[in-house]
């Protein structure tokens, strides 16, 4: 079977993809996003209105990145604090994007999510962008973590699955209003990020194309 269709197609649109990047991928990629974060440092981004900060820290790449801050979330063009250009999206990601999307337009943002041990992810839904006929594609790297999906109601049932570096989820259909979070990082699970950690990285269309 090609790599392209290993996965599991699960109900509405899920489709995890275990392992689709080797090691050598993985440490090319960290190195792309090292290089990322170089140029548009992470920061830790705080909740609209109560000003609560997140326990990730972010950044991005892409033509458009996601913020949020006191006054809300949104995307816009440039780093909050830099006010540079976001950099350009790594090519290794624009082509597991080309491979899996099954979507005929390129990605616009890449938000970079950086967890140490302690940081957690609530459960929310995405719906900053004006375009959802395109999938959420998530990449892991560095430690594992639990990471928990219902449906589109905030008490629809959840079920738990536990990501690895490697591994790609793809969120489309149904699927991409499900709410989602990450409970916990397992710390010490993976050598790549010699400080230990988890990135996860998600590729999303942003506008709809003309
Ligand atoms: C399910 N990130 O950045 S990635 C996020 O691991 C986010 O950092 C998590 O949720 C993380 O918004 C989860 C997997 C993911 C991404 C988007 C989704 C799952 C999703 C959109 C709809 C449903
Ligand atoms: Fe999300």
């Known amino acids: 079977m090609p790599i392209s269709e290993r996965g599991t197609p699960t109900f509405d649109g899920f489709r995890l993809v275990p392992g689709r990047l080797d090691r050598t991928e993985q440490e090319a990629l960290r190195d792309a996003i090292r290089a990322v974060a170089a140029e548009a ?6 909740m609209p209105r109560t000003g609560k900060p997140f326990s990730v820290r972010m950044t ?19 780093h909050p604090l830099t006010g540079r250009p976001w950099p ?3 090519e290794i990601l624009l082509v597991l994007w080309r491979e899996l999307a099954d979507y005929p337009h390129p990605p616009e943002a890449c938000l970079v999510n950086f967890y140490d041990p ?9 719906s900053d962008e004006a375009e959802f006929a395109a999938p959420v594609l998530s990449v892991s790297l560095g430690d594992s973590c639990l990471f928990r999906v219902g449906g589109t109601n905030r008490r629809d049932p959840t079920r ?6 490697g591994d790609v989820l793809l969120l489309g259909g149904p699927s991409r209003l499900a709410f989602h979070g ?26 709809k194309p003309e």
């Open 118 to 126: 302690e940081a957690r992810m609530g459960l929310h839904q995405d």
């Open 182 to 207: 990450v409970d916990r990082i397992y710390p010490g699970t993976s050598k790549l990020l010699p400080q230990g950690g988890r990135i996860n990285l998600t590729l999303r269309r942003v506008t």
């Open 60 to 78: 991005n790449c892409g033509s458009l990145g996601w913020v949020s801050d006191q006054s809300g979330y949104r995307y816009q063009p440039a």
């Open 41 to 46: 440092p992470l920061y830790r981004p705080s």
């Open 88 to 90: 350009e999206i790594p």
């Open 160 to 165: 738990s699955v536990r990501l690895a570096s």
